[in-house]
């Protein structure tokens, strides 16, 4: 089939375009023709050329409904071809929430040969404004060939050993909440470190704080902030670290989606703290793969990060758990769903 992508992001460097050129590279390997087409015009523009090219492909998939879902929706009308909406995070749901858009988004989604969520926080959070609407889940998958080469042992949280955190700086993940555990956590752990990744310029007041807060509470000289880590250097953190700890918190209808992160880390065997109420419960295995916590809860987050470091035995259990889980969220899987959601809606 040939299949038409609608994206407004194709940085890799970003969650959202990491996950289109994945389900790029699954359609592909499936035998599919993809085209992958950025929303960097002018809305009409966009739209005529998105028609254009609709009456020759089969399907024609938005990646959210903002800004690509209303052109998709348009440009397919009284086509040939299937429309397809893959709902992310934040762009698929804030527009039901906004006075102008809130109709005309209902009718989008309803308009849709098939609605997509990345977690099932988000389709549940698209069925609380578009009521009786049948959302299917397929999480983003992992690409696991990416980690054939990596320590197979069971992680065993080392006598120096650090926790990792790896997203952007920004109030969204929760970084003032991790570093507030970690200050919790250095009486009982005193040689601990703890390293995030990320880049320090996507809301500089933010990582200001952070840095002004590590030094208030003490902790300033064992919090490393790293940025332009290559993926090597990245692999060689995640192969080291003892805990992944990213407590993203919902501000708005900025949330997190699913959290590939978390997946990474499981692929090299590393258990997870991360937060309720968001996509990252689709991501972890709460008691197996890791521990979700209640959002903005230094306590509970250092308590659950504690209880791993102090538990070998079950550090290791969830290691090996970590790694099974992520082979299961491998791109095969992935690309058996989405042939399974073709099938539906051409049989339908």
């Known amino acids: 089939m040939k299949i038409l992508l609608l994206v407004s992001n194709t940085d890799t460097k970003a969650g959202s375009g990491r996950n289109v050129a994945t389900i790029s590279a699954v359609l592909r390997d499936a035998g599919h023709e993809v085209t992958v087409l950025a929303y960097t015009k002018g809305f009409w523009r966009f739209v005529r050329e998105v028609r254009k090219r609709a009456k020759t492909h089969d399907i024609v998939q938005a990646i959210d409904i903002n800004p690509v879902g209303l052109p998709g929706y348009l440009a397919t009308r009284f086509t040939k071809a299937k429309f397809i909406i893959i709902a992310q995070a934040a762009y698929a749901v804030a527009p039901l929430y906004s006075r102008k858009m809130a109709l005309l988004s209902q009718i989008i989604y309803r308009g849709a040969d098939a609605v997509v969520a990345g977690s099932s926080f988000v389709a549940q959070e698209i069925q609380k ?164 916590v209640p959002q903005h809860d230094p306590e509970a987050t250092a308590r659950a990060i504690g209880d791993i470091l102090a538990d070998t035995a079950r550090a290791e259990r969830m290691s090996i758990r970590a790694r099974a889980f992520a082979r299961e969220h491998d791109l095969p899987h992935l690309a058996r769903c989405y042939e399974a959601l073709y099938r539906d809606i051409f049989t339908s």
């Open 129 to 292: 404004k578009v009521p009786g609407l049948d959302v299917a889940v397929i999480d983003p998958g992992i690409d696991m060939s990416k980690f054939t080469d990596i320590a197979i042992e069971p992680k065993r949280p080392a006598r120096d050993s650090y926790i990792l955190g790896v997203g952007a700086l920004k109030a969204r993940k929760g970084y003032d909440v991790s570093v507030r555990a970690f200050a919790r956590l250095k009486a009982n752990f005193p040689r601990l470190r703890y390293i995030i990744v990320g880049s320090q310029t996507d809301d500089p007041r933010y990582f200001n704080m952070l840095t002004g807060l590590a030094r208030e509470l003490g902790v300033e000289d064992d919090i490393d902030f790293l940025t332009n880590v290559s993926d090597t250097e990245l692999t060689e953190l995640y192969d080291h670290a003892s805990v992944f700890v990213l407590t993203s918190v919902n501000l708005g209808f900025h949330f997190e989606g699913f959290g590939m992160v978390f997946l990474e880390a499981a692929a090299h065997g590393v258990p997870s703290v991360g937060t309720l109420g968001n996509g990252i419960a689709d991501a972890v295995e709460d008691g197996t793969t890791g521990i979700l």
